[in-house]
């Protein structure tokens, strides 16, 4: 039976909410993102958040809006870089979708983030944070059902990827 959910997961700047919103056209589907959930909840950003209930804080609200999330169907929800390093976050993404990794080398990833101050983790030296993190968390995506590297494709093709696997 097809799982009622498509779940993204992956470092930032992977494209996660890029791809969501293709897919969600596709399918006629609702797109979620948890970090704006997030934000919507609290009436604050989430560097906000970081800044006055610290990384812990925000980790606890991510879980609860990722649980509430998926008790929903027929959506493509795109989650937080970090989401997965909850293991009671990981077991609800597996029991209540399909849950696809996005990845990008490290280039790539340092372009798309260098330019947002909504991400925390790696304000500063960017491209010293992000390699530090793609080590720390080099397997933290690897119970995907399907990992596709989005470094040289388009939107669209993608989408069809996904698509095409979770048919199968
Ligand atoms: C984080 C990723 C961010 C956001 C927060 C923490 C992380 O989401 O949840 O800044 O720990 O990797 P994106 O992956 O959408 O940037």
Same mark, same amino acid.
């Given at each position: 039976? !097809?799982?009622?959910?498509?779940? %993204?997961?992956?470092?930032?700047?992977?494209?996660? &909410?890029?791809? *969501?919103? /293709? =897919? +969600? #056209?596709?399918?006629?589907?609702?797109?979620?993102?948890?970090?704006?959930?997030?934000?919507?909840?609290?009436?604050?950003?989430?560097?906000?958040?970081?800044?006055?209930?610290?990384?812990?804080?925000?980790?606890?609200?991510?879980? !609860?809006?990722?649980?509430?999330? %998926?008790?929903?169907?027929?959506?493509?929800?795109? &989650?937080?870089? *970090?989401? /997965? =390093? +909850? #293991?009671?976050?990981?077991?609800?993404?597996?029991?209540?979708?399909?849950?696809?990794?996005?990845?990008?080398?490290?280039?790539?990833?340092?372009?798309?983030?260098?330019?947002?101050?909504?991400?925390?983790?790696?304000?500063?030296?960017?491209?010293?944070?992000?390699?530090?993190?793609?080590?720390?968390?080099?397997?933290?995506?690897?119970?995907?059902?399907?990992?596709?590297?989005?470094?040289?494709?388009?939107?669209?093709?993608?989408?069809?990827?996904?698509?095409?696997?979770?048919?199968?």
């Amino acid at each position: 039976m !097809e799982k009622s959910n498509i779940v %993204l997961i992956g470092f930032m700047g992977t494209g996660k &909410t890029s791809v *969501g919103k /293709v =897919l +969600s #056209e596709r399918l006629g589907w609702h797109f979620a993102n948890t970090d704006d959930e997030i934000e919507a909840r609290q009436g604050v950003t989430i560097s906000e958040m970081f800044a006055t209930i610290g990384e812990a804080g925000f980790r606890q609200v991510e879980s !609860e809006v990722i649980r509430a999330s %998926l008790e929903r169907t027929n959506q493509i929800v795109a &989650t937080g870089g *970090g989401a /997965v =390093l +909850s #293991e009671q976050n990981r077991r609800v993404m597996q029991e209540k979708g399909y849950v696809v990794a996005l990845t990008a080398d490290a280039k790539t990833i340092i372009d798309r983030v260098s330019q947002d101050q909504n991400r925390p983790l790696v304000q500063g030296n960017v491209e010293e944070r992000v390699h530090t993190l793609l080590e720390v968390r080099k397997h933290a995506y690897d119970f995907a059902d399907l990992k596709i590297d989005t470094s040289a494709l388009t939107l669209e093709e993608i989408a069809d990827k996904i698509i095409a696997n979770w048919n199968n």
